[in-house]
């Protein structure tokens, strides 16, 4: 049973080059799948094309049972498939900590106590406890980074997609978050040119070049 | 904490705004200068630290000094004294003496009352206060990304000097310059997608939640009694602006 599926996706930013030219693409459930590639292969659009950010040119999405279009349909996928952004400057907005980690869950409708519930838990589970009531963008790299993690985590995603997650992180903090990413059910999408982390986490591997996959 | 501290940021909050209001509204010197007692006594509550406090004010000074000096020779009226022939009048004189005594007392005030609050504490206050959400989201989001803006122009500057850039009059220099706000631009508006685009990820469809206890609680003892002490330091500043007109 597929969780996304992409069949014949095209999509160009400028007609002359096409990033995508015709990809298909299924995640299923259980899987680990690492999405290598060269630089400027299309890796972050194609991820972008699974939750609705980007609109291809040709080409359907289904995701989670059905075929999705519109931004409407999107909303849906977007909760069951957490994506963690490659710059977590861009994830973390609010203020706090908390805050952040429980903007996921109150827009999914889930009550304030059930949202602060549900921060505690998975900042505890992280090992994020400590940085509950801390403002954002005073955090270092790596905290940073994990706390995005812990947003996504806290939707109760089915699949999980991450772009280079492991981009600029110093050792310390690289290994602690591939054995959390390493630890958890959801299946994967995992863009990195990090060699430990695909060879540890991943279960199949694809690679964008010329905009196909293969 | 100091006592300002442990007061509910509301509090700070209208007293700030009803102290500025007084002051500049303030008719006669006398008046102003009682204004002026009023917040360096809120900044000896508020424990400032003098050297940081100073330095901070030194910034206005020099922002309001030109004015200062060109008054006295502007306004007209009667002749106090004369400097290269230039005459100086009393009433320019007394007008920058109020606008001096008024721009420090309201920069004091603030800096004791509302200097040392977390944006956040002050987003959540303006809230409660009834302030527009969408103003308030303005200031977060601005306080937010303030710095990473900030971060992003350092980086740019640094890349111009790692290969030899100086500021220097000229067309190249006055080109370079125009392409590092250009390229400023447009990263901020990149990044103001990436960040769109991480917010619909996360199921925003255009209301923000909030994480807050909306429970009502009403102004504590400690609210009160500053309230009072203030009302009681804005009657006074009031009064002597009244007898002295």
């Not at chain 1, 059930?114 to 005073?138: P, Q, Y």
């Not at chain 1, 695909?198 to 010329?210: D, I, K, S």
């Not at chain 2, 004015?67 to 020779?73: A, Q």
């Not at chain 2, 306080?143 to 990473?148: E, G, N, P, Q």
Request: proline share 4%; glycine share 10%.
């Amino acid at each position: 049973m597929d969780l996304i599926r992409l069949e014949r996706v095209s999509h160009a930013f400028d007609a002359a080059h096409p990033v995508l030219d015709g990809v298909d693409f299924a995640l299923n459930a259980g899987e680990r799948v690492a999405l290598l590639g060269a630089n400027g292969t299309g890796k972050t659009t194609l991820l972008h094309v699974m939750v609705g950010l980007i609109r291809p040119r040709a080409g359907s999405v289904h995701a989670f049972g059905r075929e999705r279009r519109a931004e409407a349909d999107f909303v849906e996928v977007r909760a069951k498939a957490g994506l963690l952004f490659q710059d977590a400057d861009d994830q973390l907005f609010c203020p706090t900590v908390a805050e952040d980690v429980a903007f996921g869950p109150l827009n999914l409708g889930r009550s304030k106590a059930e949202a602060r519930e549900i921060v505690r838990d998975v900042l505890e589970r992280l090992g994020l406890g400590a940085l509950e009531n801390r403002v954002t963008h005073k955090l270092s790299g790596g905290q940073k980074r994990l706390v995005s993690l812990a947003a996504v985590l806290a939707m109760e995603p089915e699949a999980l997609l991450l772009d280079e997650p492991t981009n600029a992180l110093d050792e310390a903090t690289r290994e602690r978050l591939t054995d959390i990413l390493a630890g958890l059910p959801q299946a994967m999408v995992i863009v990195s040119h990090d060699r430990e982390v695909v060879e540890r986490l991943a279960t199949r591997r694809v690679t964008l070049a010329n905009g196909t996959l293969a | 904490m100091s006592l300002v501290e442990r007061l509910d940021p509301r509090t700070r909050l209208i007293a700030a705004l009803l102290f500025a209001l007084a002051e500049v509204l303030a008719p006669s010197l006398a008046a102003q200068g009682v204004g002026l007692l009023l917040a360096v006594t809120a900044a000896l509550v508020a424990r400032l630290p003098l050297g940081a406090t100073l330095r901070r004010l030194l910034g206005l000074e020099g922002f309001m000094l030109l004015v200062l000096v060109m008054l006295p020779f502007t306004v007209p009226g009667h002749p106090l004294f004369s400097l290269w022939g230039l005459s100086g009048s009393e009433e320019g004189l007394r007008q920058a003496a109020g606008i001096a005594i008024k721009a420090n007392a309201v920069a004091v005030a603030l800096f004791a009352l509302v200097g040392s609050m977390e944006a956040p504490v002050m987003g959540r206050a303006l809230t409660r206060l009834g302030v527009s959400g969408r103003f308030v989201h303005l200031f977060l989001f601005t306080t937010r990304y303030l710095s990473v803006l900030e971060d992003e122009y350092r980086r740019l500057r640094l890349a111009m000097r790692a290969r030899a850039f100086r500021p220097t009059t000229g067309l190249h220099c006055w080109r370079s310059i125009g392409y590092l706000f250009g390229m400023l631009m447009v990263r901020s508006l990149e990044r103001a997608e990436r960040i769109d685009a991480a917010m619909r990820c996360r199921g925003f469809t255009g209301r923000f939640p909030s994480l807050d206890d909306e429970s009502r609680t009403g102004p504590g003892r400690l609210d009160l009694g500053f309230g009072a002490a203030s009302a009681a330091g804005l009657a006074l500043v009031i009064a002597v602006g009244v007898a002295w007109t």
